[in-house]
C-alpha cells in the first residue's frame, strides 16, 4: 500500500518539476555561490521567505488553471483589457530572451567542465536538439514533463553530492535561516537572492502547466502538493549551493564571481570529480531551463496577443523558436558586445514582475472569476507581502543597472 501510494503521488507530479526546471538556470546558480562565498550562510533566510512567496502566488496560479477553461492572460484581457495582457506578454517574452543568453552560457560551461571542448560549441549542439524536442514532438507536454524530472533530480543529486565533501558548521548555518537587519547594499544582495527562487512569470505560468496536464476541478489537491513539491526543489538546491559555497569557499577567502569560479574552486579543493559533478548539474541545469524558459516566454506572448495558449499550437511555438535562436547566437557570436543590450532587456522586463504580481492578485479575489475559490485574507496578507517585496527588489535591481550604468 505504501509503495502504491508513492508511486501515485510520483505519477501525480509534473508541472512542478518543470517550474523547478525553468527557475534553477545558470544565474541562480552564480547568485547563490557568490553569496554564500562572500556572505558564508548569512541570507540563507531570504530563501526561506522567497519559498514561501513563490509558494502563495504559484498555488493562487494552480487554483486558477484547475477552476477555469479560459487561460489567466485570455482572462485578464476579458475583464481588464487587451493592452494589459499584452504588456505583460511582451514583458516576459524579453525577460525569457534576456535570460537564455545566460542559459546558452551555462550549457557550454557546464559541458566544457566535463569533456575540455570549448564552450561556444555546445550552444549549436544543444539548442538545436532543444527545437527537436521542442518542435517534433507529439506531445510536448509530455515530453517536458518526463525530462524535466530526470534533469531536476540530476541537478538536485550533484549539487547534494557536492555538499557532503564539505564540512558546514551546523550553528552558523542554522542561524543562516534566522532574519536579520539588512543595511546598505545589502538590498542588492536581497533583491538578487530572491530572484533565484520568486519568479512570477513562472509562477503565473503554472496555470497553463495545469490545463496542458489535463488537471481539473476534481485535482486541485494534487496541483498543491505539486505546487509545494517544485518549491521545495528549489529551495533546497538554492540552500545546497549557499551552503556548499560557505563552508568550502568562504574560509579562505575565495569570491564566486560565476559559476566557473565555482565549478573551478571545487576541484581546486576536492579534486577532478567534485568540478565533474558540479558541471553535470550545471549543465542539467541551464539546459532544462534553455527549453522551459523559451516555452515560458514565447508561451506567455502568444497568450497575450490573443494568438494561442498550448504548447502544441503553431503560433506560440514560433515565439519560442525566436527566443531559442536569439539565445544561441548571441551566445556564439556577439558575446563580447551584447552586456548592454542585456542589461536594457533585463531593465525593461523587470518591469512587468509587480505587474504580473498585481494581474494575478486582481483575477484571484474576483468573486466572478474565482468564487468561492477566491483568495482569503492570510492568502491575501501573504500575496500584498510578496507584491511589496517584489516591488522593493525591482527599485534596487533598476538603482543598481542606473550606477552600473553611469560608472561605464
Not at 8 to 23: E, H, N, Q, T
Not at 105 to 133: H, K, S, Y
Not at 137 to 147: F, H, R, S, T
Request: with cysteine; charged share 10%; hydrophobic share 55%.
Amino acid at each position: 500500500m505504501i509503495i502504491k501510494r508513492i508511486k501515485d503521488i510520483v505519477r501525480s507530479l509534473g508541472p512542478g518539476f518543470i517550474m523547478a526546471s525553468v527557475v534553477l538556470g545558470p544565474g541562480s546558480i552564480t547568485v547563490a555561490s557568490r553569496i554564500g562565498s562572500v556572505y558564508s550562510y548569512s541570507f540563507l533566510w531570504v530563501i526561506l521567505i522567497s519559498a514561501i512567496f513563490m509558494a502563495s502566488y504559484t498555488s493562487m496560479s494552480a487554483r486558477f488553471g484547475v477552476m477555469n477553461d479560459n487561460s489567466m492572460l485570455q482572462t485578464i484581457a476579458v475583464k481588464y483589457g487587451r493592452w494589459f495582457a499584452i504588456v505583460l506578454g511582451i514583458s516576459a517574452f524579453l525577460s525569457s530572451l534576456s535570460f537564455q543568453f545566460g542559459n546558452n552560457l551555462g550549457v557550454g560551461i557546464g559541458m566544457q567542465g566535463i569533456t575540455g571542448i570549448d564552450e561556444r560549441v555546445w550552444p549549436l549542439i544543444f539548442t538545436p536538439l532543444g527545437i527537436i524536442l521542442l518542435f517534433w514532438a507529439k506531445n510536448l507536454y509530455k515530453i517536458l514533463e518526463k525530462l524535466m524530472m530526470v534533469l531536476v533530480m540530476v541537478i538536485i543529486i550533484a549539487f547534494i553530492i557536492n555538499l557532503t565533501l564539505t564540512n558546514p558548521q551546523i550553528v552558523p548555518l542554522a542561524r543562516g535561516f534566522v532574519p536579520h537587519a539588512v543595511e546598505g547594499d545589502q538590498y542588492s544582495i536581497v533583491s538578487a537572492l530572491m530572484g533565484t527562487t520568486f519568479c512570477l512569470a513562472v509562477a503565473m505560468y503554472y496555470s497553463y502547466l495545469a490545463k496542458n496536464k489535463g488537471w481539473t476541478k476534481g485535482n486541485l489537491k494534487s496541483s498543491l502538493r505539486d505546487t509545494y513539491a517544485g518549491i521545495f526543489m528549489l529551495a533546497l538546491v538554492s540552500c545546497v549551493i549557499i551552503i556548499t559555497s560557505a563552508a568550502s569557499l568562504n574560509p579562505l577567502g575565495i569570491t564566486v564571481n560565476s559559476a566557473a569560479d565555482m565549478a573551478m574552486q571545487l576541484e581546486s579543493l576536492f579534486g577532478v570529480y567534485a568540478k565533474i559533478i558540479f558541471s553535470l548539474g550545471l549543465c542539467a541545469a541551464a539546459f532544462s531551463s534553455l527549453m522551459v524558459n523559451s516555452v515560458v516566454g514565447g508561451g506567455l506572448l502568444a497568450d497575450g496577443l490573443g494568438m494561442g495558449r498550448s504548447m502544441n499550437e503553431k503560433k506560440p511555438r514560433f515565439f519560442i523558436l525566436a527566443i531559442l535562436l536569439a539565445g544561441m547566437l548571441i551566445a556564439v557570436f556577439m558575446r563580447g558586445n551584447i552586456i548592454y543590450s542585456l542589461i536594457l532587456a533585463q531593465a525593461a522586463s523587470i518591469l512587468s514582475v509587480p505587474l504580473i504580481a498585481f494581474g494575478m492578485v486582481l483575477v484571484m479575489n474576483s468573486k466572478e472569476i474565482m468564487g468561492v475559490h477566491r483568495n482569503n485574507i492570510w492568502q491575501n496578507i501573504i500575496a500584498f507581502a510578496g507584491l511589496l517585496s517584489i516591488s522593493l527588489m525591482v527599485y534596487y535591481m533598476y538603482r543598481t543597472l542606473i550606477l552600473h550604468l553611469g560608472a561605464v
